[in-house]
């Protein structure tokens, strides 16, 4: 381990916590979660309505997730790695679970500006 | 080619491609796929340095064609190139340098790789929020690679006579 090695790890771990205190500082409660099929939308739920579903795609494949106190939450899943049931549910804007393998992704949207906007219509 | 050579590379390909079925053995706790130990990449880090970067190059790609096809949904090939393009590429520039000991140009191997996984996976998934998990991934780059690299400069030295 050479000197040179200390200070590229210190540099990584500095960036890390830059990048991580960037990306969460602006972090807020969101109001809807949309779902997307192959990057299109497909169906938009609001997280205050308790819910079980069940995404079916032409092919087969489906997913179920759960809308608990606010919480996203999936369930159960067709795909092969089941990936996407061990994602911590989600709350916060912009949070997402996705499943790669059948390209859904599940992505909480609307904080406090789409409350603005709500004010404003 | 000589024979020798031939025998090196296939037992260095049975090699990782071993390592990369043990890892999918071991069940992993976290919901993010990029978190791993990354073990196929002792060998890949070995070839680099005991014999040359153009043949770990190699090595690599043939591993990942091979374990995309077995072990993983062909799906994921996509990511596993992206992931070890990128992580060749900047091991390769980092080797060059001399400037960093194998841990360091392990490190740089285990998050430039998570890095590709992921870029492809924003493109692939047209989701810019995974960015969101880019600082578990380098932390888990950082650790794996870490860990690869002592290993590597542990392995290297005893097997200089016979690479």
Redesign the interface.
């Known amino acids: ?2 000197k ?2 200390l200070y ?2 210190a540099g ?2 500095l ?2 916590l830059i ?2 205190l960037l ?1 969460h500082v602006f972090k807020s409660e969101g109001s809807r979660v949309v779902v ?1 099929i ?2 299109k939308e497909y169906k938009t739920f609001l997280l205050n309505e308790d819910t079980v579903f069940t995404i079916r795609q032409e092919d087969g494949q489906w997913n179920t997730f759960e809308i608990k106190d606010g919480y996203v939450k999936m369930l159960e899943a067709s795909c ?2 089941k ?2 049931v ?3 549910k989600i709350h916060y804007n ?3 679970i ?1 499943c ?2 059948n ?1 859904v ?1 599940l ?1 909480i949207v609307g904080g406090e500006e789409n409350d603005i906007d709500a004010i404003a219509n | 080619m000589n024979s020798k050579k031939i025998s090196l590379y296939g037992l260095l390909i049975a090699l990782a491609f071993i390592f990369s079925y043990i890892e999918s053995l071991i069940p992993m706790p976290f919901a993010l796929p990029g978190i791993k130990l990354g073990l196929a990449n002792l060998v890949v880090i070995i070839a680099m340095y005991g014999i040359g970067v153009k043949e770990a190059f190699v090595l690599s790609m043939v591993r990942i064609l091979l374990v995309g096809f077995t072990f993983r949904d062909p799906s994921t090939l996509l990511f596993s190139f992206a992931g070890g393009l990128l992580s060749w590429l900047c091991m390769t520039l980092l080797m060059k340098l001399k400037m960093f000991s194998m841990i360091a140009v392990s490190i740089i191997g285990g998050i430039t790789h998570n890095i590709g996984q992921i870029i492809v996976a924003i493109i692939y998934v047209n989701n810019p929020s995974l960015i969101y998990y880019l600082p578990f991934l380098l932390i888990s780059g950082v650790v794996s690679g870490a860990l690869i690299g002592l290993l590597g400069a542990l392995t290297i030295n005893r097997l200089k006579k016979i690479l």
């Open positions: 381990m050479k040179n090695d590229l790890i990584i771990l960036f890390i990048l991580y990306l997307t192959d990057g092969p790695d990936l996407c061990k994602f911590n912009d949070e997402t996705t790669l393998p390209r992704v992505r």
